[in-house]
């Protein structure tokens, strides 16, 4: 069963920086492609980030040069280093399993994030 724990949200100015973790010591995390994914009140979840399994990333739009998603397989551990925050990125940060070759999450069943708040 997979129990990925969330952290390092908290709050943020506008322009400020935030560094998520992702953690499952109950997976062979090296295998997996993993993603970062977000939802804000009232809207749906939507992809942030992705990187595969070879390191492959893709980002969503929005935070395009703004975002860096990595991995350290040796600790079962990814990450999402988010830089020049705004407003929209207020929201639940997610990780997840995500499908091959897809942007999507292999099921519906999710963590209990790290919420991100943007405030000045």
């Known amino acids: 069963q997979i129990h990925f724990a969330e952290s390092g949200g908290g709050l943020a100015q506008p322009g400020g920086s935030l560094r998520l973790s992702c953690a499952d010591p109950?997976?062979?995390?090296?295998?997996?492609?993993m993603g970062w994914f977000r939802q804000a009140p009232g809207r749906e979840r939507e992809m942030v980030a992705v990187i595969t399994a070879g390191y492959k990333t893709t980002y969503a739009e929005s935070v395009k040069d703004r975002f860096t998603i990595s991995r350290e397989n040796a600790k079962n551990t990814m990450y999402l280093q988010m830089n020049n925050l705004k407003s929209e990125d207020a929201a639940v940060y997610y990780c997840h399993i995500v499908r091959p070759d897809a942007l999507e999450p292999v099921d519906d069943i999710w963590g209990q994030g790290t919420q991100v708040t943007i405030s000045s």
């Open positions: 109950g997976i062979i995390f090296r295998i997996h492609d």
